[in-house]
DNA sequence: TCCGGCATACCGACTGGTTAGTCTGCCGGT
DNA sequence: ACCGGCAGACTAACCAGTCGGTATGCCGGA
């Protein structure tokens, strides 16, 4: 009863940032209207106009927050120390957890982009950019020592990760018969193998 | 001069359907008028609800063409007189480049089929089905024959590689340094490499 | 050959409803 | 008394779909 999304405890940005998040991923952003966020949250426009500039920002908003955390799990795992193709199958895999455990994020990220105007979608963009670049050097790194095979383009290799992991939100249905992490697992195994020099 | 969709010589629906994917494509669904649509097709809102009922309509014959295309062709090159891999492999292949082709199409089916009223959802979806289930059966003829690996359930096989077949609207560039045939032969190939046993 | 009847193809003003964002003001804590 | 935090009525814009109307061409009968 004291969640950080309770409807009524927590304080009214994040309500609003929860309430959104929900909202986008079931019905879409342009879908969703401003009053339907701020009955959501338990508020009215007043307070959504607040602590938001527009309904533009809230979208932002949710992208900033889940590019954040995904960054530093990377990051993470990509500096450990352990042998490169150990720490690519973790990243991998990760990735796949953390999205299944935020699919609703997922799926605004995926579907909803597009509809940030194109100074904000560039800066989501060069954020992403970096993500991917991080990702990238991995492969290129077990390319270089020998244990990756170099007959795909690393960029390549990565997009190929990335769209199965995008593609996440249109078919992983949690009461499925995979758990996230043998999902995660599959998804990661796959990667390694087609690397397999 | 006298192209399909040509912009007035073209048979009015068809010129509504072209201008109504290109723009869909280029701002969403939601984000595109009928006026927009009529506009750029030259004619008037009058033509457009002559010929189709609503604007939804509109997005769900998009679907239909691109289903129709995409069926047709898995079924060609399944049904062929060739080895289970290779016939995995011309299929995986064939719908990258065709996608890449009709690339407005695909951003349209990945990013809008959830604007479609509940019972089309349902009538994409089964058609979408049985595409996905031919293609699994192919994969999972090679597993029993032991030229795959069993290591993956089918099914994930086959969202791993349409996942990739998805994403590639969110990043393949007519262009970049790859051509649609490039693409096609590397992601063929990393499906093939990550089934070998 | 001509004509009246009718269907198809299309036009564009209009309507009813919705929406993002604004603004004025209240209220409770310091 | 003041101010951050919020309420909620309001506005200006927009949009899908409707509907009465017009133009064009075909077809069968006189």
């Known amino acids: 009863m004291a969640k950080a999304t309770d409807g009524d405890t927590a304080p009214v940005p994040q309500r609003l940032l929860a309430a959104a998040t929900r909202l986008f991923a079931e019905q879409g952003y342009d879908r969703t209207s401003v009053q339907e966020i701020v009955e959501a949250a338990g508020v009215t426009k007043g307070a959504l106009y607040h602590y938001f500039g527009s309904k533009e920002d809230l979208l932002q908003e949710v992208y900033a927050r889940v590019l954040r955390l995904q960054q530093e799990r990377l990051d993470a795992f990509a500096d450990a120390d ?3 193709e150990q720490r690519l199958r973790d990243a ?10 935020n699919l609703d994020d997922a799926s605004i990220f995926f579907r909803s982009m597009h509809h940030l105007s194109p100074e904000k979608n560039k800066q989501v963009r060069v954020e992403r950019r970096r993500y991917h670049e991080r990702f990238r050097a991995l492969v290129e790194e ?6 990756f ?19 996440l939100s249109t078919w992983y249905r949690p009461d499925g018969p995979l758990s996230r992490q043998e999902v995660a697992d599959h998804l990661a195994d796959l990667l390694l193998r087609a690397l397999r020099p």
């Open 149 to 167: 095979s170099t007959a795909t383009p690393a960029d390549l290799i990565v997009d190929y990760h990335f769209g199965s992991v995008h593609h």
């Open 92 to 101: 991998a895999a990760d990735v796949v957890v953390t999205t299944i455990e």
């Open 82 to 84: 352990a042998p490169v």
């Open 142 to 147: 077990g390319q270089r020592s020998g244990v």
